[in-house]
């Protein structure tokens, strides 16, 4: 038994909680991005097991200010499967592109930490990363 959080966008599930490998899920509602965010430490492995989605990284060390960053976009689902790995320091986000809910399986290298945890966020629509997504978004 584990705990599911939701939100407007969708829910976040730990299946292992402890130990390695630690492994949650995330969904996104239709339409629904969940964007931007980076680790320090953390490297994401994640793999979308039901819809299809759009993943965006953004090369690291480049701080939140006008200017041009390294784009990598990738379309992954139940049609196009992969296992999507993102490094640390690189900003990225995930979006639905389809009309049913999303399902993405992560396994990341580091246990979540809720009292430090290894994470920045910015908003969606953040004017710094030259952006946008193409749906309604949160």
């Known amino acids: 038994m584990f705990t599911i959080h939701h939100d407007a966008r969708g829910r976040l599930g730990v299946l292992a909680p402890k130990g390695a490998p630690y492994v949650y899920f995330t969904t996104l ?41 390294a784009i990598v976009q990738v379309i992954s689902g139940e049609r196009a499967p992969m296992l999507i790995t993102i490094p640390p320091g690189w900003w990225h986000g995930i979006q639905n592109l389809e009309a049913k809910e999303a399902v993405i399986v992560n396994c990341p290298d580091q246990v979540y930490d809720a009292a430090h945890p290894d994470e920045e966020r910015l908003p969606w629509d953040h004017p710094a990363f030259g952006w946008q997504w193409e749906k309604r978004n949160g």
Not at 31 to 59: E, N, P
């Open 29 to 69: 509602f239709p339409g629904i991005c969940k964007a931007w965010h980076r680790h320090q430490k953390q490297t994401d492995r994640m793999s979308c097991v039901s819809g299809m989605v759009r993943i965006v990284a953004l090369a690291p060390n480049q701080p939140p200010k006008e200017s041009t960053f």
